[in-house]
């Protein structure tokens, strides 16, 4: 490594293949993604693209930093497995031989078919909830494979699956964040639904979620003396939020954007890269 | 190659004088400039962080909200301070390494100028809300074609310096400097034209390219450039070479190799294996730490303390230290099972903050207070205060870096805690986060007091040398007696 043209060779090799892996690769598999049906309801296709004001608001997210403090990335440890009864079967009796086999309780023929559909295996791999569902078919029961994700992020309540590429591809800046100085709002649409609350806990956090330490955002807001009539766009009294007396807070039109996006925010559809059981799934559902 | 004891073997060298004269113009101008960036980038840090006392403070301005506070204070940090100051750094000791004289001096001011409007259009454009939303690319479009032509420009001409230098083979620290100086424009090409320009890459595929810039810069570039000083300033202080040169190659193979795949956390939305493979990229780089305190701790033998006789030599060797812990910190927090804990908390900042603070513009700063007197053939105006913004800084960078880092993995833990709410883990971290605003005003009150001398040094500068010839470019001139 004496001269100089050996030190730029080596750099140049260096970062090529650092360019490659992490530039070039995954524009290649990742660039030109597409909607794509999902696994579970075969004529929806995900995702749809966010509404004109919802993209306005995805301006207002970048423009103020949001993305400082708050994530989109659903971790997830794994997927675990729940086996479902949905039917006894005509012979119960070797149903319930089956599942004391198995170990898992004692059952006999009549309380097997008690309180059906119910959970016979929770939280198993899918090596050992595919064994016991060809068994349990075997003896003639009907029954279901539900799909769980796992991990801390999860049980949180901030998703029901991982967030994946997919998620993103119509966003025109995407912003996944890089710190959790507060929640992770991947599915903050889904938490939240209704704007009032997203256009007050900006407003003025505390209001709405006792103690929060974000700041306010109410450089987004107008504070106007009450006419005739209120206006129909003024924030309505949510928690311990109440307008001045005289006064009503108009949200401006960033406001409004950015509310939209924030209850826009829901990536719990279940893909084939990140399968789940909805927990509201009907009894026929396709197990994966 | 050690500058010090080969002066005197050539009849045409030219003298150590000299050539820290050739630097005086850039040097002036990068130093000043930075010096500056870095009272903006504390004066903004420390506004920022402020907003986690109290929430409403400020909250009726939008340039004052904290997205746009905190990417402007990193970015005067990074591009003000961090790339600026380690350019007049590297071009000084290119210089003094290759024994010749800076190649276009005026240029090189003239590409730090042309920088400094890139970065100053760039930040008024982020308060303004303009900010691109990618973390360490926030600069809008129209300031990065100013900061990239301005690279360029300096760019070259520390390459033509670079090129003309007496003594054909390289030192360890001219090949991190010349590898560090490739890298930057590519890096920062790369990734502002894939996702600025009018047709950007979609979907993920920025946040990786975002983060791979990110990586690269951090690591890479600030540890090159970094290194490349540390190492210089060693074999200056203790006045012998380095312990090994394969340990010095060893430490830059690992770091362009490595440290050019890290920066991809491991929850990323993306398909498994590119936070898998950054995953096992970053957790090698802990051989580049152990490697260059390895080197370094042989090189010194024990006789440590003579590395901080020169001026601001304690800046030097606290950023070797800080190196070794935050590469330390970086590798670890990689490992599986760690890094769900730390990943995406406040852990991540302490590591960034003791890379680039304490590490970085430590090891800068400690270069600055050491050349700009060569350079400019005078005394430091306040030589105490150096002292003083060493026990400042160094106390600021602990003040900042374990409060965060220990609330950081708190926060983490907090996180796994279902029963706790998201305000409660939140507010968590609010007792850490006040400690660490003390460090910051320690750092920016350090940074005042290198503004000040600097400024003042500038100014006697001026004085001596500029005001006699003003003067006697102004002075009334008596009309000659004429004798018959």
Known sequence: MKFGPLVFLAAFLALSASWCGFVLTPQVQLGRLTQETNSV??????????????????????????????????????????????????????????????????????SVGAGLPKAVLKGADIDSATILAAALKKAGAGTELRLVSTGPDIQRGWGMRRTVAEDFIYDATVMPGSMRVGPDLANVGERRPDLNWQLVHLYNPAAVNDKSPMPSYRFLFERRKLGQAASPDALKPIGSFVPPEGYEILPKPEAKALAAYLSSLSSDTPLYEAPLTPPAATTNAPAK | MNATCTTSSASDSISMADIDASCRVPVFKLFFCSAVWLVIASVFGLLASLKFHAPNFLADCASLTYGRLHPVATNALVYGFGVQAGLGVALWIIARLGQTKVSQPWLIAVGSKIWNIGLLVGVIGILLGDSSGFENLEIPRYGVVFLFLGYLLMAFWILVTLHHR??????????????????????????????????????????????????????????????????????????????????????????????SWSGIPVSAPVPAWIPTLSMVATVVTLVTALSVMANVQRTCAGGCAQAEKITGGKFLTFGTMAFVIAWVMNAVSAVPGISSITNLTWFTVAQWQLNIFGFFAMTIIGAIYYILPKAAGMDWPYAKSVKRHYWLAALGVVLIVLPLAIGGIMEGLNWRKFMMTDVDVARGTLNFLRISTLGELLILLGNLMLLANVTVLLVRYAKLHFLPVYKDAIAELKPAEVKP
């Open chain 2, 166 to 259: 007496k003594e054909r083979a390289m030192a360890p620290s001219q090949w991190f400097l010349l590898a560090a100086l490739f890298w930057f424009p590519w890096i920062y090409f790369t990734a502002n034209y894939l996702l600025l320009s009018h047709v950007p890459v979609r979907g993920v595929t920025q946040a990786i390219i975002a983060w791979w810039y990110s990586g690269n810069l951090n690591l890479v570039w600030f540890g090159l450039v970094g290194l490349a000083v540390v190492f210089f300033f060693l074999e200056q202080s203790m006045k012998r070479p380095l312990h090994s040169r394969h340990t010095a190659l060893f430490t830059f193979w690992t770091i362009i190799l490595f440290g």
């Open chain 1, 41 to 110: 309801v075969k004529a929806e296709l995900y995702p749809a693209g966010r509404p004109g004001l919802a993209r306005q608001g995805l301006e207002v997210y970048r423009a103020n930093g949001c993305a400082y403090c708050h994530s989109q990335q659903v971790e997830q440890k794994g997927t675990l497995v729940d086996v479902m009864l949905t039917d006894a079967g005509k012979t119960s009796v070797q149903v319930a031989k089956v599942l004391n086999d198995a170990q898992l309780g004692s059952f006999s023929g009549p």
